[in-house]
């Protein structure tokens, strides 16, 4: 049991505290044979304890009760860290142990969170619980609100919101779930999915669940700053054992997607110690390369180096930063990593153990940063595939009926964008969309979905909506690259129910990530001083041994004084296995050498290691300055004719080979002092190799380098103008990398305006062409003009002279009508046809008021006619009229004022003029005219007769 000893306060003490089940402390229980707690991020703690019947709070421990870790440091205060508190659920004991000692296994009371599940309510689809576009937090208050109101845990706190986490930070809006729940998961599954996924981390606090945004509260940068927790073996840490294994290494892999995809990834810095090793992954559901090619590139670099489980052990009595009280599982703190060497890592779990004699030990499970990385890259894939956190299983729908009606809008559309390189280094961008599933059409009648298709565009005033993706109707995830990175792009949903397509989803606007992953930290430089020249080399590897990866750059050579904080400057870069020269530095003063890696787009890695230089004088010091001085020339002793003067020194004077490069000041052979000719094409070998580069013009200013990577220009302003890269890629650009300029690359032709406004995008992946803005055939006289203007509904306008046009046009008053339109005459006079979901019109127009039409309306199945029916030629389609026949009598004819084409039927209303009317029948009919009798004579010379015919 632990020993105290009166009036001797203890570095670090732990105890063992009861409480009532969701009740008040009990007191302590000092008489434990030992225990041991874990306690990990994201998961369930542990507490392992022996404790014999006869022992102070025993009786505490027979029945169901709570049980909680505190410490103290130096006989402080007391505290319970959080995720220390624990429920005595299982228990043991031997008969034959005349001590009746028990021993009792505790989860943490997270452990009990599995026992409130969710059930079925809200909007259900195929038997699953659908939640769009909702917070973490808005999701787990729902679950635990409606257990709560069953009656579930109710020691239960929470005190996060909808809106905002336990910290009070606001929750991320650019990352919204949307999941699909089988009813009967239960609250501490959800927990750890959402954790493993990266949307939060989560502890306990006593009875209260705590939950945070990822990386934020559990995520603190501890090994940095002014006072930062470091570990130092022999002070905080005694031990420091590390395992490590190859078995998982891969330098190539197979992803077998969808629609027989087959795409293969390799890493050219991974560790290959044997060759190259290669495996396979399935990816059901992907069907675009670059999703595919970003999850090879995550799951090979999860593979690409040994893998290595560091643990640490604390010295509690000697320790200046001590567990739960200066770290905390989910910090990152610095410690001795893999190789002993002190770097930033992240605590996974903290465990203490007590033993029986009341000594304590304990230990730290330690994630470096590549175990870190690899842990992200998982929750990303996981994403991917995913798309949402979401259980299996099946659940009945009602059936459908036949089809023929629009499907309902997909709600709840989340998109979420990452950046990954390409076979050609260049930074592309990949999104993952998920949106809840379609079961029934807008009316609430279920219906079968087909096919779900996502369009996406830039989100630029027109802006070409693009079909990106068509997936089946089971799928609610869909992915799809490349795309620009730091580019926004607006993303939108339907759903297809036997070839009817329905309303789209709104929007989702989303920034395209650009790559922010460093390069490697560079190997440490190779310094020498020779000739009074400083002369900086790298092999061209990272510090690890590991070659560059595809989207490297360049790296930078920095100097400084040492003796001046600040004086750190890049004086040079490389590209590649070389090496530069560092003139015009004084003799004997010190000087500071380190390199940085860049990639294309512009993240910096870390410092390589320093290493400081002198330059040394070729002759003695005493005689710097001093050997031509004419202080030291007797007069007289030197004849005019003796000087050394122009052209005194020839080359027929001088041996051959007798001056090496070696003998030569940096820049000392320029093109002034070579004679015109002297170099010529018998004097240089067939062919030249290039040790470093070839640079044309200021260094570090406008330039041209020729290299072993390839060719670039630079301007003034030190922006990268060309670049063609012996990998293949390639980049021209007309200026810099913003405002109006053309850019040609790997990824295709783009043209900007001064806004910085992409205006011209042909894209070498996909074939599309975008044209944003205007364009026309011409400047004047019959020609096309498409977009005149820019910004405003989109328009197709067809001229006939300089002023004078017919349209194709979206429908200003509808979002989703168009109408064509002809040319106005000399009195304002043109014709207007308007298309649009749900109607059809066809107009004779006046100014801006309608002369006549038809509309056909598609939702009730009329016919409407406006304006004033007539027969305007002969192949009317009818014709109508009114006129008087005179003359008693019974039979009568009457002409239609012209002759149509066919002989047209009519019909006839004939009656005395304010007296009888007759029965009537046509007895004849014709293109001209038609006839008819009545069924008596008439007394009256006047008859009214109005009539309807059209043709056969």
């Not at 799809?480 to 989702?508: C, H, I, M, T, W």
């Not at 989207?551 to 590209?575: E, H, I, K, T, Y």
């Not at 203007?789 to 009508?817: K, M, Q, V």
């Not at 109607?839 to 309306?857: D, E, H, I, N, T």
């Amino acid at each position: 049991m632990q020993v105290i000893v009166p009036g001797q306060a203890e570095r670090y003490a732990v105890r063992l505290v009861a409480y009532s089940p969701n009740g008040p402390r009990l007191g302590t229980l000092p008489h434990h044979f030992g225990f041991e707690v874990g306690a990990p991020l994201n998961d369930v703690p542990s507490l392992k304890l022996s404790y014999p019947a006869a022992g102070v709070g025993a009786e505490w421990l027979a029945a169901p009760v709570e049980i909680a870790v505190e410490y103290a440091i130096d006989g402080g205060q007391w505290q319970e860290p959080d995720g220390c508190r624990f429920l005595r659920i299982k228990r043991g004991a031997d008969a034959t142990d005349q001590g009746g000692t028990r021993t009792y296994d505790c989860p943490a009371w997270s452990w009990q969170l599995r026992k409130l599940v969710m059930y079925a309510g809200g909007v259900m689809v195929e038997g699953k619980r659908q939640l769009s576009a909702v917070t973490p937090g808005a999701l787990l208050r729902t679950i635990v609100q409606e257990g709560k109101a069953r009656g579930a845990l109710p020691g239960l706190v929470i005190d996060f919101t909808s809106t905002h986490d336990s910290a009070g930070l606001a929750w991320d809006t650019t990352r919204l779930l949307t999941v699909e729940l089988e009813p009967g998961i239960d609250l501490l599954t959800l927990l750890i999915n959402l954790a493993e996924q990266g949307v939060l981390d989560w502890t306990m606090s006593g009875r209260t669940l705590r939950v945070y945004r990822e990386g934020s509260t559990l995520g603190r940068q501890l090994g940095t700053g002014g006072s930062p927790v470091e570990l130092r073996l022999g002070r905080d840490i005694d031990e420091a054992p590390d395992s490590a294994t190859l078995e998982d290494l891969a330098t190539a892999i197979l992803i077998r997607g969808e629609k027989g995809l087959a795409v293969e990834v390799t890493n050219p810095s991974a560790v290959s110690p044997w060759g190259r090793w290669e495996t396979t992954q399935s990816q059901g559901g992907v069907s675009d390369r670059g999703t595919a090619i970003l999850l090879g590139q995550n799951a090979l670099e999860r593979a690409s180096r040994e893998r290595a489980q560091l643990t640490r052990g604390i010295r509690f009595q000697a320790a200046r930063f001590l567990p739960f009280a200066h770290y905390r599982p989910g910090d990152f703190i610095k410690a001795p990593g893999d190789g002993g060497q002190m770097q930033a890592l992240r605590v996974r779990q903290i465990t203490l153990s007590v033993d029986g004699g009341g000594a304590l030990s304990g230990n730290l499970v330690l994630n470096d940063r590549f175990i870190e990385r690899e842990i992200r890259l998982a929750r990303q894939a996981a994403g991917i595939l995913a798309g949402g956190v979401g259980s299996g299983g099946t659940g009945g729908t009602p059936a459908p009926e036949p089809g023929g009606r629009a499907p309902a809008t997909p709600l709840g559309l989340v998109v979420n964008a990452v950046a990954y390189i390409d076979a050609s280094g260049t930074a592309q961008g990949q999104i993952t969309a998920t949106w809840s599933p379609v079961a029934a059409d807008p009316s609430g009648v279920a219906i079968e979905v087909d096919a779900y298709e996502v369009y996406g565009r830039p989100n630029l005033p027109g802006g070409i909506w693009h079909q990106l993706v068509v997936v089946d109707g089971g799928d609610t995830t869909a992915t799809y690259s490349p795309l620009r990175p730091n580019f926004e792009f607006a993303f939108k949903v339907r759903a297809v129910a036997d070839g009817v397509k329905g309303a789209f989803s709104s929007q989702v606007i989303v920034l395209i990530p650009d790559d922010t992953t460093p390069p490697p930290v560079p190997s440490t430089p190779t310094v020498t001083t020779r000739l009074g020249m400083i002369h900086v080399a790298w092999d061209g590897l990272g510090s690890a041994g590991e070659v560059m990866p595809p989207d490297f750059d360049r790296v930078l050579v920095w100097m400084a004084d040492p003796l001046v904080p600040g004086s750190g400057q890049v004086v040079d870069s490389m590209r590649v296995t070389e090496t530069v020269v560092i003139a015009d530095q004084p003799y004997d003063a010190d000087r500071e050498i380190w390199l940085t890696a860049v990639d294309r787009s512009g993240n910096t890695s870390g410092e390589s290691g320093h290493v400081t230089v002198a330059t040394q004088p070729l002759v003695p010091s005493d005689v710097i300055g001093e050997v031509i001085s004419g202080a030291n020339i007797v007069d007289g002793t030197l004849n005019a004719a003796d000087k050394v003067i122009a052209n005194t020194i020839t080359g027929a004077l001088i041996q051959a080979l007798a001056i090496n490069t070696d003998h030569l000041n940096a820049n000392s052979v320029t093109t002034p002092i070579l004679a015109a000719g002297a170099v010529t094409a018998g004097k240089l070998e067939a062919v030249l190799t290039l040790s470093t580069r070839v640079v044309a013009g200021n260094p570090n200013g406008g330039r041209v380098e020729l290299g072993s990577t390839g060719l670039k220009a630079v301007n003034a302003a030190g922006t990268e103008t060309v670049n063609l890269s012996t990998s293949g890629s390639f980049t021209l650009r007309t200026s810099g990398s913003s405002g109006a300029r053309v850019q040609l690359d790997t990824s295709g032709l783009r043209a900007f305006n001064s806004l910085g406004q992409e205006t011209l995008d042909v894209n070498a992946a996909t074939g599309d062409v975008d044209i944003l803005g205007r364009f026309s055939s011409g400047t004047s006289g019959k020609r096309l003009v498409i977009n005149p203007n820019f910004g405003n509904d989109p328009e197709i306008r067809l001229y006939e002279d300089a002023t004078n046009y017919h349209l194709i046009s979206a429908e200003a008053a509808s979002a989703t009508g168009m109408r064509i339109q002809s040319m106005h005459d000399s009195s304002d006079r043109y014709g207007y046809l308007t298309l649009s979901g749900t109607s059809a019109g066809l107009w004779g127009m006046s100014g801006a008021a309608f002369a006549c039409g038809v509309q056909a309306q598609a939702a009730s199945g009329v016919v409407r006619l406006y304006g004033k029916l007539g027969s305007g030629h002969s192949n009317a389609t009818f014709a109508r009229g009114s006129s008087t026949a005179s003359g008693a009598g019974t039979g009568y004819s009457l002409g239609y004022g012209i002759t149509f084409e066919s002989d047209m039927t009519p019909v006839l209303d004939f009656f005395d003029v304010g007296s009888t009317v007759y029965a009537h029948i046509v007895s004849e009919k014709g293109p001209s005219g038609f006839g008819w009798k009545q069924s008596a004579a008439s007394a009256v010379s006047l008859h009214d007769v109005h009539f309807f015919a059209w043709r056969h």
